[in-house]
C-alpha cells in the first residue's frame, strides 16, 4: 500500500505504451485521453465511425455546469419528496434518533459521493475527468459484465422509484389547488368510473382518500407540465435548478413563520418515540432523504473543470441538511397526532391559521421542489441505460420517463407515499447510494495498486535496459558489471507478484476493461480543458493515508450493511 502515497495523481499517459503478448501494442488512447496537446478528435480518429459534436449534444450534455449551478442541482436531489414527511418522522421516531440519523447520514453521504468520484478519476485516462462515464460504467469497469447488469437494475429502481414519490406527492396537490381554486377536482376511478370531490381530505392525504384512480386532473397537469423536460440533457436543467432553490428557500421560511404563527407544543415532539414503528422508519428515511449519490457521476460528467468537487458536496449536503431539520422540528412542534398518510403540505393547507399566502407556498412547493427534479433524475436514467449502447435511446426514453407515470397509477392515494419513501429506500436506494460505492472505492484502491505496480515495473525494466546497453557497448568495468547483475535481481525480486519480468499486461487490465476504455473514448468531449483540474479537489480523506481510508471505507460498508438488515427486520416486525 506504499506506493499508493506516493502516486497519489498517477495517470496511464504517463506509462510506456503496454504491449500485449502477441507484441501489439495497446489503443492510443490511454496515452492520450489526458494530454492537452491531443484534442478529443485525435482520440476519436483512431477509431471507426467516431460521434460527431451534434449526436454527442444530443446524447449528452457538455461541462457547462458551474459552481452555483452544481450546489443547486444537488440540493435539488437532496430535498426530494421525503422532505414532506419528516415532520412525521421527527415526530413518530422522536427528535433526538432523528437528528442522529440526519447528522450519521450527512456524514455518510458526503463520504460516498467523494469516494465515487475518486473511483471515476482512477480509472486510466479519467484521473481528470476527460472521459465520459456514467455510474452503472463505473460499475461495469470495476466489477465485471454479470455485476454491471446487477448495478443497471438496483441504481436505475432507485431513481424511478424517487421519481414515482415525487408523482404521488405533485399530483395530490395539483388536485388539492384544483379544489382551492374552482371548488373541485376530478378524475377516473377503478371502481366508481368518473367522480369528483369538493373538499380535500381531513388526514391531509390525496383529496380522493383510498380510491383507487386510474387518472386524475392533478397527474394528468403534472405530466404535461414536467414530461418535456426529461428529453433535455443535464446541464440544460441548471437554469431551473437555481432559480427552484432560491424560492425553495423563500417557501421554507414562509413555513416557519405559518408555524409559529400556528403555535408550536413541546408535547408534540417527544425525546424518543413512543412506539417501536416510527423508531425503526428513522434510518430508512433518512437515507432516501439523501438518495442523491446515483447523480454524482452525472454531475461530475459536465461540471466546469474548475469546480472544486469536494466543497460543493460538502456545501449542499450541509445545507440539505439544515433544511430536514428546521423542517422536521418546527413541523412536528405545529401539528399534534400526525398521521402516516398526511404531508407537511397538506397539514399546511388545513391549517385554521392557513391564508392565501400559505397555501400559495404549499402549492409551489411540489413544482419547486419535487417536479424541477423528475426530469433530472429520468436524464440520469438515460444516460446509464444508453452509454456504451446498452439499450437503444428510444427504450431508454420509454423506462426513464414513461415508465414512472405508469407505475404511479394505482398508487396516488392512500399511504403509498410513506411506504415507498421507507422500503423502498432500504431494498434499491440504499444499495444503489451507500453500498455499490463503497465497494466501487475498495476495488478501485485495488485497482490503482496494480496500475502502480505496472508503472514501477516499467521504469525498472528501463533501468535494466540501460545498464546493458552500457555492458554491450564496454563502457564499465567487471566490478561496475557484477553491480548492475546484483541491480538487476533486486530488481526483479521486488516486482510485485502476479507481474513478470517481461510486463505482462494483462495481468492489469482485462479485455473487459479495454473494451469498455475504447467504447468511452467515443462518447468524450472537451478533453483539453480538463487538464486545469487540481485532483485535491475531489480526493475524499486527502488529509489521511490511503490505506487508512480503505480501511475506513469497509468499516463505513460493514456498518451501512449491519445497520441495513437490522432496519429492514425492525420495519417488518414493528411496521404498521
Not at 444537488?74 to 442522529?100: E, R
Not at 486510466?124 to 465485471?144: D, Q, S, V
Not at 388545513?350 to 407556498?361: D, E, T
Not at 526483479?492 to 469498455?516: A, C, D, P, S
Request: proline share 3%; with cysteine; charged share 15%.
Amino acid at each position: 500500500m506504499s506506493d499508493l502515497n506516493k502516486n497519489e495523481n498517477i495517470e496511464l499517459m504517463s506509462f510506456p505504451n503496454p504491449k500485449k503478448s502477441d507484441g501489439t501494442t495497446i489503443f492510443s488512447t490511454i496515452d492520450t485521453a489526458n494530454t492537452s496537446s491531443s484534442s478529443t478528435e485525435e482520440i476519436l480518429d483512431n477509431f471507426q465511425n467516431p460521434q460527431k459534436d451534434e449526436d454527442f449534444k444530443k446524447k449528452f450534455g457538455l461541462k457547462s455546469i458551474g459552481k452555483i449551478g452544481g450546489i443547486c442541482l444537488l440540493i435539488g436531489n437532496c430535498t426530494g419528496p421525503g422532505m414532506v414527511n419528516i415532520s412525521y418522522q421527527f415526530q413518530q421516531g422522536g427528535w433526538f434518533l432523528s437528528l442522529l440519523g440526519y447528522i450519521l447520514m450527512l456524514g455518510l453521504s458526503g463520504i460516498s459521493a467523494l469516494f465515487i468520484i475518486e473511483s471515476m478519476s482512477i480509472i486510466p485516462g479519467n484521473n481528470k475527468f476527460a472521459l465520459r462515464i456514467e455510474f452503472t460504467m463505473i460499475c461495469r469497469f470495476y466489477f465485471g459484465k454479470s455485476m454491471y447488469l446487477l448495478s443497471q437494475l438496483f441504481i436505475n429502481t432507485s431513481l424511478i422509484i424517487t421519481n414515482i414519490a415525487s408523482i404521488i406527492i405533485c399530483s395530490q396537490v395539483f388536485d388539492s389547488l384544483m379544489i382551492f381554486i374552482f371548488k373541485k377536482t376530478c378524475g377516473i376511478s377503478f371502481s366508481n368510473g368518473w367522480i369528483c370531490v369538493i373538499e380535500n381530505s381531513g388526514d391531509g392525504g390525496s383529496p380522493f382518500q383510498d380510491d383507487y384512480m386510474f387518472i386524475t386532473i392533478g397527474y394528468l397537469a403534472i405530466l404535461i407540465l414536467v414530461v418535456p423536460l426529461g428529453f433535455f440533457n443535464l446541464n440544460d436543467n441548471i437554469i431551473i435548478q437555481i432559480a427552484c432553490v432560491i424560492i425553495m428557500l423563500v417557501i421554507v421560511i414562509s413555513w416557519i413563520v405559518i408555524f409559529i404563527l400556528i403555535g408550536l407544543s413541546v408535547e408534540n415532539l417527544p425525546t424518543i418515540g413512543n412506539n417501536m414503528s416510527g423508531i425503526s422508519q428513522i434510518i430508512g428515511n433518512c437515507m432516501f432523504n439523501y438518495a442523491f449519490i446515483t447523480t454524482i457521476p452525472s454531475w461530475v460528467n459536465e461540471s466546469k473543470p474548475n469546480i472544486n468537487l469536494k466543497k460543493s458536496i460538502w456545501i449542499s449536503t450541509s445545507f440539505s441538511t439544515i433544511l430536514f431539520i428546521i423542517v422536521g422540528i418546527f413541523g412536528a412542534l405545529t401539528f399534534s397526532s400526525m398521521s402516516s398518510n398526511s404531508t407537511i403540505l397538506s397539514l399546511i393547507n388545513l391549517s385554521k391559521k392557513a391564508n392565501i399566502f400559505s397555501k400559495l407556498s404549499v402549492y409551489l412547493f411540489p413544482f419547486i421542489v419535487l417536479a424541477s427534479t423528475i426530469p433530472v433524475f429520468s436524464i440520469i436514467v438515460r444516460y446509464n441505460l444508453t452509454q456504451n449502447k446498452f439499450i437503444p435511446t428510444w427504450i431508454a426514453n420509454l423506462i426513464s420517463i414513461v415508465l414512472p407515470w405508469l407505475i404511479v397509477i394505482p398508487f396516488q392515494t392512500g399511504d403509498w407515499l410513506n411506504l415507498i419513501s421507507n422500503y423502498s429506500s432500504l431494498f434499491f436506494g440504499s444499495i444503489a447510494n451507500f453500498i455499490i460505492p463503497f465497494i466501487l472505492y475498495i476495488k478501485s484502491l485495488k485497482f490503482k495498486n496494480k496500475l502502480n505496480n505496472y508503472k514501477k515495473q516499467q521504469q525498472q525494466q528501463q533501468q535494466q535496459q540501460q545498464q546493458q546497453q552500457k555492458l554491450k557497448n564496454n563502457k564499465i568495468n567487471n566490478q561496475q558489471k557484477q553491480e548492475v547483475e546484483q541491480l538487476n535481481q533486486i530488481d526483479i525480486n521486488n516486482i510485485e507478484e502476479g507481474f513478470t519480468n517481461g510486463g505482462n499486461y494483462e495481468l492489469v487490465f482485462t479485455t473487459e476493461q479495454e473494451n469498455i476504455l475504447k467504447e468511452l473514448s467515443l462518447e468524450t468531449r472537451d478533453t483539453e480543458e480538463n487538464t486545469n483540474i487540481t485532483t485535491n479537489h475531489f480526493k475524499s480523506l486527502s488529509f489521511i493515508p490511503r490505506k487508512y481510508s480503505k480501511i475506513i471505507a469497509q468499516i463505513c460498508l460493514i456498518t451501512l450493511s449491519i445497520l441495513i438488515v437490522l432496519v429492514i427486520f425492525s420495519n417488518f416486525y414493528f411496521g404498521n
